[in-house]
């Protein structure tokens, strides 16, 4: 294993485990899933829920092209709860730049100002569109709000949460497009995923901010983030998925994005007990880096083989050029994935 390097207080990544990739670049569900029934839910109405709920036949026919010909059984996942209105999944592709405004080394999102940064995304939206024009592109900023740090700090826990001011900063950058969504995203530690989101509650209460949660550095055995690969059981998933379950039906919110970032199997432990809920959409997203037969290999392995309800995969602008071909995967290719994913991230 190569070990992260450091870059001041930043934890800055890990490299590849062979056959499997690292998901951070320079920072760092199986069939009969527990489901909630549609009539459940006892969430109150949102603006959205007053238009009337969603199309569930169109919802039924967009995952079933979502399964791209997949002749498992796997995809669609069974047995899974249609989502509450205003749901943005699968309705749209969510298509985001990832990062971190204190260091221009942790992603596309902190390593351009922010009108050039924006020029570059709605280059890739454009893509998307192009290539899939049945599909809507959700535009979305994906920020790293707790990060995995190589010194201990005051509370001894190795990571650095970021001022409110600087995620007020990305929530100003996502404004300059309208109708864009931000996603905050936590690297624990050595701290846990319970003391964490207490943080970032009150952004989690904003209609328009989702959730993601990077196993990589969730060091539960105590070591130091950056020597290992780290883990969340099913039972942690299926925690954080009922707190915003809880935030959705307190102040009305349409569904929460749950993004769980995933390169390894041990990163995910027991997906087949991940519960789904009407009020969150899970997204399994392939978070590695390298080659494309290997992301190939990895998506195929990890995401694929372990059904949970959407998935998603990352595209690094500088990692994945590391090893010929290299280049980045196009979205013509991701086209072709089983399933295709509906959340794409670049670094």
Not at 85 to 109: C, D, E, Q, T
Not at 291 to 303: A, D, M, S, V, W
Request: charged share 25%.
């Amino acid at each position: 294993m190569k070990l992260s390097h450091l870059a001041g207080m930043l934890l800055v990544g890990m490299a590849s485990i062979g056959v499997f990739i690292s998901c951070t670049s320079d920072i760092k569900k199986a069939n009969g899933q527990t489901k909630d029934a549609p009539g459940d839910s006892t969430a109150t109405e949102t603006k959205e829920d007053l238009r009337g709920p969603i199309d569930t036949a169109k919802y039924d026919a967009i995952m079933a092209k979502l399964a791209n010909g997949d002749t498992t059984g796997k995809w669609p996942v069974k047995k899974q709860p249609y989502p509450l209105a205003g749901a943005i999944l699968p309705f749209k592709r969510i298509v985001v730049y990832y990062g971190n405004l204190h260091s221009k080394k942790m992603g596309a999102l902190g390593e351009y100002a922010p009108k050039e940064m924006w020029k570059r995304l709605d280059a890739e939206v454009k893509h998307w569109e192009k290539v899939d024009p049945t599909t809507p592109v959700q535009p979305g900023l994906h920020y790293i709000a707790a990060v995995a740090s190589g010194t201990p700090g005051r509370d001894g826990k190795y990571i650095n949460r970021m001022a409110n001011s600087q995620i007020d900063s990305v929530l100003s950058i996502a404004k300059m497009r309208p109708n864009t969504i931000v996603f905050l995203d936590l690297q624990v530690a050595l701290s846990n995923i319970k003391a964490e989101l207490p943080h970032i509650e009150k952004y989690l209460q904003l209609p328009f901010v989702h959730l993601g949660i990077d196993p990589e550095f969730s060091m539960k055995d105590g070591s130091l983030p950056g020597k290992k690969i780290g883990t969340y059981d099913a039972a942690d998933i299926n925690y954080v998925s009922q707190y915003l379950t809880n935030l959705v039906k307190k102040y009305n919110l349409p569904p929460k994005v749950f993004v769980v970032h995933r390169f390894t199997k041990k990163m995910v432990t027991n997906s087949q007990n991940i519960k789904l809920r009407p009020e969150v959409q899970i997204v399994m997203h392939m978070d590695g880096w390298g080659e494309p037969e290997l992301k190939k290999g990895t998506y195929r392995h990890f995401i694929f083989s372990e059904p949970v309800q959407f998935t998603g995969f990352k595209l690094f602008y500088k990692n994945d050029l590391k090893k010929d071909p290299k280049r980045l995967m196009t979205p013509e290719e991701l086209m072709k994935l089983k399933p295709v994913p509906v959340y794409i991230q670049y670094q």
